[in-house]
């Protein structure tokens, strides 16, 4: 079954940049979608089909894909991008999430 | 306006049949290209993709859990069923049921139900 490994934290420096990745078996042919979820809350859809923002998503989150890494951008961070992020793939007739990683703004 | 929200009980016993009922609004589960899936999430833990029901009744399973797994849709109802054999206590979860659209051979999910917590517990 194909995996997804995403680092388990990151942290960032308020109003700078961070870069949380999605590493998988040349996932670059795949699309890789991104979820954001708070604590106590239902994910929500940031990023979708590697970089297309869904409508109310901020322009500071952006994503890319090539190779055997997929790459969630968060530019300017704020307090409110304090969260858990989640990559996922269609494999095979499934749906296949990363372990998530939480990202810390300083 | 999507909205999804799920329902069913908050305490199963070990061995026993989970049943969860995800009804929606906005949108139709007759429309080509729409899916409803099932992800639970453990405390403190990561998503897991449990299924997929799509607009055809085509239904698509976790490989491991499979066996286990079934999902029905009611399209007249608005609802979407999951039904879980056996239940365990590894099975406590929030369960969320989310809105997916299939699109360039690919599935993701764009509308979630605020989940419901489910504890497997004698």
């Known amino acids: 079954s194909y995996e997804l490994t995403q680092p388990l934290s990151v942290s960032v420096a308020l109003g700078q940049t961070a870069r949380i990745t999605c590493g998988g078996n040349?996932?670059?042919?795949?699309?890789v979608h991104w979820y954001q979820q708070k604590p106590g809350q239902a994910p929500v859809l940031v990023i979708y089909r590697d970089s297309n923002r869904p409508s109310g998503i901020p322009e500071r989150f952006s994503g890319s894909n090539s190779g055997n890494t997929a790459t969630l951008t968060i530019s300017r961070a704020q307090a409110g991008d304090e969260a858990d992020y989640y990559c996922q793939v269609w494999d095979s007739s499934t749906a296949v999430f990363g372990g998530g990683t939480k990202l810390t703004v300083l | 306006q999507i909205t999804l929200k799920e329902s069913g009980p908050t305490l199963v016993k070990p061995t026993q049949t989970l049943t969860l009922t995800c009804t929606f609004s906005?949108?139709?589960?007759?429309?080509?290209?729409?899916?409803v899936g099932w992800i639970r999430q453990p405390p403190g833990k990561a998503l897991e993709w449990l299924a997929l029901i799509y607009w055809d009744d085509d239904k698509r399973y976790s490989p491991s859990l499979k066996s286990r797994l079934t999902i029905t849709k009611d399209t007249s109802k608005n609802q979407v069923v999951l039904t879980m054999t056996n239940m365990d206590p590894v099975d406590t979860a929030t369960y969320y049921c989310a809105h997916s659209l299939y699109t360039y051979g690919d599935h993701y999910f764009d509308y979630w139900g605020q989940g419901t917590l489910v504890t497997v517990s004698s």
């Open positions: 040349n996932i670059g042919s795949k699309n």
């Open positions: 906005g949108f139709s589960l007759s429309t080509s290209g729409v899916g």
